[in-house]
């Protein structure tokens, strides 16, 4: 499991937002000097974590639930991290989108094919009818 830093993943993001620590440390009301220990932090309480993520827009818990092993399927042994099961299922979503483009081909074929028989058969009707 990779070790996250959680402070300088929050200083990277308060930069990007272009927020000086004085204004960050205002919005979740600590000092400024509060705000720079934050930054050097490896480990945040959960409590103070949630609000620094609300007052962000940032999911910092993400970062710690992509390494966190979850259960495969009911009744498998064994777990998968989350980001093992997410490239799963994006190859899977992709195989389905090839699979849907193909009938989706192949219906316009049918439709095609069946237009086509329609108009034949008018035409024998109204040969029929002469």
Same mark, same amino acid.
Not at 71 to 79: C, I, L, N, Q, R
């Given at each position: 499991?990779?070790?996250?830093?959680?402070?300088?993943?929050?200083?990277?993001?308060?930069? +990007? $937002? +272009? /927020?000086?620590?004085?204004?960050?440390?205002?919005?979740?009301?600590?000092?400024?000097?509060?705000?720079?220990?934050?930054?050097? @932090?490896?480990?945040?309480?959960? +409590? /103070?974590?949630?609000?620094?993520?609300?007052?962000?827009?940032?999911?910092?818990?993400?970062?710690?639930?992509?390494?966190? !092993?979850?259960?495969?399927? !009911?009744? @498998?042994?064994?777990?998968? @991290?989350?980001?093992?099961?997410?490239? $799963?299922?994006?190859?899977?979503?992709? $195989?389905?989108?090839? @699979?849907?483009?193909?009938?989706?081909?192949?219906?316009?074929?049918?439709?095609?094919?069946?237009?086509?028989?329609?108009?034949?058969?008018?035409? /024998?009707?109204?040969?029929?009818?002469?």
């Amino acid at each position: 499991m990779t070790k996250v830093y959680i402070g300088q993943k929050i200083k990277n993001v308060v930069e +990007g $937002s +272009g /927020l000086s620590a004085a204004d960050f440390a205002k919005k979740i009301n600590r000092s400024r000097d509060v705000a720079y220990k934050i930054f050097n @932090k490896e480990n945040l309480d959960t +409590g /103070l974590l949630k609000k620094i993520s609300v007052v962000l827009e940032h999911d910092f818990f993400s970062y710690f639930s992509e390494e966190l !092993p979850i259960v495969k399927e !009911p009744g @498998k042994v064994g777990y998968t @991290k989350k980001a093992d099961l997410i490239t $799963s299922l994006g190859e899977e979503i992709r $195989s389905f989108k090839k @699979k849907f483009a193909e009938m989706e081909e192949k219906y316009e074929t049918l439709q095609k094919l069946s237009k086509f028989q329609e108009e034949k058969i008018s035409r /024998l009707e109204k040969k029929g009818k002469k």
